[in-house]
């Protein structure tokens, strides 16, 4: 599907940009926290090989054809609308709905997590005014732990139930991002803590009920 949409803008009208969405996955676990760009990368998931891979080719593009192509690592994007399968969407519905949210792991990894504005906020930056050939990271300044994020969510459903369950394979222990190029380069600054963020996607859920 990607190589589809490199050929078709390879061979189509000229572009202004072409933004590929990575993830913070394709760090696996960094060498250096908070992670720029220049890390090597170790995904250890198949979706951050996939990312990996993805990357790779667009460079490839950019690099033989000359097609304005840049990449953003997403770290962990949260807010309203989140899919279901993710962590802050089953623990709110899990506390909305009286279900037991499943943890893996002992709670003490971290993420950066990054609210669903700011990643949208730096995408069109960087459409705007992002450098051909290179990858950005969007994180949200927001380091916290699993066992934080769950006593946040308490705070506003006292009834939520944690089981816990085996550290799934695949999943980074830690993730920081670094933003500093893509603040130097388009003006990145991200806006939302998680405590904020998280009490809107909670009002969204509510919303919807």
């Known amino acids: 599907m990607l190589q589809r949409a490199l050929e078709a803008a390879r061979h189509g009208a000229a572009l202004r940009k072409f933004v590929f969405v990575s993830s913070s996955s394709v760090y696996g676990d960094a060498e250096a926290l908070p992670t720029s760009e220049d890390q090597i990368l170790r995904p250890v998931s198949p979706y951050g090989a996939t990312k990996a891979l993805g990357e ?14 840049l990449m953003l690592r997403y770290f962990s994007v949260y ?3 989140q899919r279901p399968d993710m962590a802050f969407h089953r623990a709110v519905e899990a506390g909305l709905h009286g279900r037991d949210f499943v943890l893996y792991g ?5 993420r950066d997590f ?3 504005e700011d990643a949208v906020e730096g995408t069109i930056r960087a459409a705007e005014d992002g450098h051909p050939g290179q990858a950005y ?27 816990r369950e085996a550290t799934q394979q695949g999943d980074a222990r830690d993730t920081a ?18 405590e904020r963020g998280l009490l809107e996607q909670m009002k969204w859920h509510r919303a919807r009920q």
């Open 56 to 69: 790779h080719l667009c460079y490839l593009y950019y690099r033989n054809y000359g097609l304005p192509i």
């Open 79 to 81: 807010g309203p609308r």
């Open 106 to 110: 002992d709670g003490v990894q971290t």
């Open 114 to 116: 990054t609210f669903v």
């Open 137 to 163: 990271n969007i994180g949200g300044g927001s380091r916290i732990s699993m066992n934080d994020v769950l006593q946040l969510v308490r705070r506003e459903l006292p009834n939520l139930v944690v089981r």
């Open 177 to 194: 991002a670094d933003v500093s190029l893509a603040h130097s380069h388009f003006g990145y600054e991200p806006s939302w803590d998680v």
